[in-house]
C-alpha cells in the first residue's frame, strides 16, 4: 500500500520537457523492483484520460499529493499520464478486456462483453490493441473517432521512446484458430487506426 510509504518511500523524477510542473514523485518500491508486472483492466474514463489500460495505471504509482495537479491539467493530463510512465519499465503487462466499460468508466458506465485477456511488454502496444478491441465492439465518440496512435496518451508516449511507434511494428501471437481470426480483425483495426 503505498499510502503508508514514508517520506523517504518515493523518487522525484523531473522528466526534460515534461508537462509536470516540477515533477512528480513515484512509490520507490515499483522503481527498485526486481520485476514489475502491470494488472490492468480495459475500459474507458470519463474524467478525462478517455481511456484507462497499462499507461494511465501508472498514475496509482505517483504520490497521492500531486493528483490535484494531474486532475486540474485538463489540457496536458494525457500528456502528463503518459510522462509518468519515464519513471519504470514493467517486465509484463496483462490487460484484463473480458469485461470492459465502452463508455463511462473507470468505475461505472456502458459494460460489454469483450472476452479478450492482451499480454505484453510494450505499454502502447498493449494500450492500442486495447483501444482496438473498443472500436471493435463499439464504444464512445472520443475511441470511435479519434485514430489510435493520434490519441493523446499514445501520441505522448510514443513520442518519449515509451513503446512502438507505430500499428506495423504491433504483432499479434495468439494460441488458436479461432483467436487468430479475432486477431485478423484486430490488426486491421489497429491499420485504420
Known amino acids: 500500500n503505498f499510502d503508508e510509504l514514508e517520506e523517504r518511500g518515493w523518487i522525484k523524477f523531473k522528466p526534460k520537457g515534461s508537462h509536470w510542473w516540477d515533477g512528480f514523485r513515484v512509490a520507490e518500491p515499483v522503481i527498485k523492483a526486481e520485476l514489475v508486472v502491470s494488472t490492468c483492466c480495459l475500459k474507458t474514463h470519463r474524467f478525462g484520460g478517455v481511456f484507462t489500460m497499462s499507461l494511465k495505471l501508472s498514475v496509482g504509482i505517483v504520490k497521492k499529493s500531486y493528483m490535484p495537479e494531474l486532475h486540474s491539467s485538463f489540457f496536458n493530463m494525457r500528456k502528463m499520464i503518459a510522462e509518468i510512465n519515464l519513471a ?27 472476452n479478450v485477456i492482451i499480454a505484453g511488454t510494450d505499454r502502447v502496444a498493449v494500450d492500442a ?18 485514430r489510435i496512435f493520434e490519441q ?12 512502438v511507434s507505430s500499428p506495423s511494428l504491433i504483432e499479434l501471437i495468439t494460441p488458436d484458430e479461432e483467436s487468430e481470426k479475432y486477431a485478423k480483425k484486430i490488426r486491421e483495426i489497429i491499420q485504420k487506426g
Open 152 to 163: 493523446e496518451q499514445i501520441k505522448r508516449a510514443v513520442e518519449l521512446g515509451i513503446g
Open 129 to 146: 490493441v486495447g483501444l482496438a478491441v473498443l472500436k471493435e465492439v463499439g464504444s464512445n465518440r472520443k475511441i470511435m473517432k479519434t
Open 88 to 114: 519504470y519499465n514493467p517486465s509484463l503487462i496483462v490487460l484484463d478486456g473480458v469485461d470492459a466499460f465502452v463508455d463511462g468508466g473507470p468505475e461505472k458506465g456502458v459494460l460489454k462483453e469483450c
